[in-house]
């Protein structure tokens, strides 16, 4: 199935860039039943606008190159591979695209492995409409999300005897932060520092983590149990 239809969170050239100030999304997904209630549900929001449909890595590729959305709703269990896969090619050949990811099994590998891609939003599949569609609008802004029923518990059996690095205290407040989905400005104004401050808390807390994005670094912080507590 791959057509055309019509018309959380501070958390590209879209088709028809210049012509349409709608956030353009291609819906990936290989239920057809969920593929078609999203994109109508898309068509009844003015701002956004569903510009095709794809049931399997090599058609959601192969469309994202042609329709060049802005947003790309990706489930992670497809045909010929998965949403991961699909991703790191997709955003191979045209970087800018924004990635929301959707899963029924949030298992603690799945969130790393699609965060390493470069996705900007992890969310549950079975999650709230809302959610989802304010996550899209977010994403195109460059905000990264993920749903905190997604995040591992603060158990030691989730740590897997991995070394946890030394984060100082405002290291673990501006992560606990960046986890709820929050941009750097809004992290800083929390936190009563300069945004520029805030970037370098940042740019640290990846390194530490060994992390390329936000996202990745929230995976990784979960994983290690580094999210609980006050930030």
């Known amino acids: 199935m791959h057509g055309l239809p019509g018309g959380w969170s501070d958390m590209a050239e879209g088709l028809g860039e210049g012509r349409d100030a709608r956030t353009s999304i291609l819906v990936v997904d290989d239920h057809t ?125 989730r740590r897997g005897g991995a070394a946890v690095p030394a984060l100082t205290q405002r290291e673990l407040q501006v992560l606990r932060l960046m986890a709820q989905g929050h941009s750097v400005g809004t992290n800083a104004r929390l936190l009563s520092i300069s945004p520029n401050t805030c970037r370098g808390y940042v740019k640290t807390i990846l390194a530490k983590l060994g992390a390329h994005s936000q996202l990745e670094a929230v995976a990784v912080a979960s994983r290690l149990g580094l999210l609980t507590g006050r930030p």
């Open 33 to 157: 039943t969920f593929a078609e209630l999203l994109t109508g549900a898309l068509r009844q929001e003015t701002d956004l606008h569903a510009v095709g449909v794809a049931d399997d890595v090599e058609s959601s590729v192969r469309l994202c190159g042609m329709l060049r959305p802005d947003v790309v709703v990706m489930d992670y269990h497809l045909s010929g591979g998965n949403g991961v896969t699909a991703s790191a090619r997709i955003l191979r050949e045209r970087p800018g695209t924004r990635i929301v990811m959707l899963t029924g099994d949030p298992a603690q590998h799945v969130l790393e492995a699609a965060a390493a891609t470069g996705i900007c939003a992890f969310l549950p599949k079975d999650g709230s409409l809302a959610t989802l569609l304010e996550t899209i609008r977010s994403a195109r802004c460059g905000t990264m999300a993920v749903h905190p029923s997604l995040l591992a518990a603060d158990h030691p059996s």
